[in-house]
């Protein structure tokens, strides 16, 4: 079982910034492609941004691109998502996902992660 455990969340005027983090112990982190999703209250999950197994490719949502840049690490088990130019918009709980680290193709559907975090608040005020 994979174990995620996001950090890094909060409130922040519009413009402001945040940076969140999600670390893992598994052992095998670098197979896996990592992704971050959110869920405002009453919405469905959507997706934000994803990065490769290698951290060589990423991919992001149109609503975050140029202002979201997502990372990782692997020799430290991490991957982060840095948030700029946050707006009222971006407010919501922010999930951190992990695929089944068979070193697939990018994914951008909820379904094709079995690993979650516990989710972590942004809260963006106008």
């Known amino acids: 079982q994979v174990q995620l455990v996001e950090s890094g969340g909060g409130s922040v005027q519009t413009g402001g910034s945040l940076r969140l983090s999600c670390a893992t112990t598994t052992q095998s982190f670098s197979y896996f492609n990592m992704a971050w999703f959110r869920q405002a209250p009453g919405k469905a999950r959507e997706f934000v941004a994803v990065i490769r197994w290698d951290g060589d490719s990423t991919f992001y949502a149109d609503s975050v691109k140029g202002r979201f840049i997502i990372s990782r690490d692997n020799a430290k088990n991490t991957v982060s998502l840095q948030m700029s130019n946050l707006k009222p918009a971006d407010t919501g709980i922010y999930y951190c996902?992990?695929?089944?680290?068979?070193?697939?193709?990018?994914?951008?559907?909820?379904?094709?992660?079995?690993?979650w975090g516990q989710g972590t608040q942004v809260t963006v005020s106008s």
């Open positions: 996902a992990a695929d089944t680290g068979e070193k697939f193709p990018m994914a951008t559907v909820p379904s094709r992660y079995p690993h």
